[in-house]
Nanobody, 125 residues
Framework: VQLQASGGGLVQPGGSLRLSCAVS????????IGWFRRAPGKEREVVSW????????FYTNSVKGRFTISRDNAKNTGYLQMNNLKPEDTAVYFC???????????????????WGEGTQVTVSS
């Protein structure tokens, strides 16, 4: 089982990046996909989730209107499109998958079934 996150990098404020989370070892269809981030010196925080069934999405307030989460079950891959990036978005971003969503899973990541390795996003001029 592997979740491979990619797409991070260095971008100027106002720029865009698209993160991908490629899943292998299980079928993503029955799993909600999420993204978390950890900024230097800060706790891990939830960024966004997309449900497995009806495509409902959740975004933390600081990224609403700028980030868009999506999934392509045929490719077993999740995505996070990040636009109008700000320096405060600088963090290591992790993707996650869970089959049984719950409040703790969505808000803290506690109980997530699978985690991907992080990808660094740096927003700086």
């Amino acid at each position: 089982v592997q979740l491979q996150a990619s797409g991070g990098g260095l971008v100027q404020p106002g720029g865009s990046l698209r993160l991908s989370c490629a899943v292998s070892g299980f079928t993503l269809d029955d799993y909600a996909i999420g993204w978390f981030r950890r900024a230097p010196g800060k706790e891990r925080e939830v960024v966004s989730w997309i449900s497995s069934s009806d495509g409902r999405t959740f975004y933390t307030n600081s990224v609403k209107g700028r980030f868009t989460i999506s999934r392509d079950n045929a490719k077993n891959t999740g995505y996070l499109q990040m636009n109008n990036l700000k320096p405060e978005d600088t963090a290591v971003y992790f993707c996650a998958a869970t089959r049984y969503p719950s409040t703790p899973v969505f808000t803290t990541g506690s109980g997530v079934d699978y985690w991907g390795e992080g990808t660094q996003v740096t927003v700086s001029s």
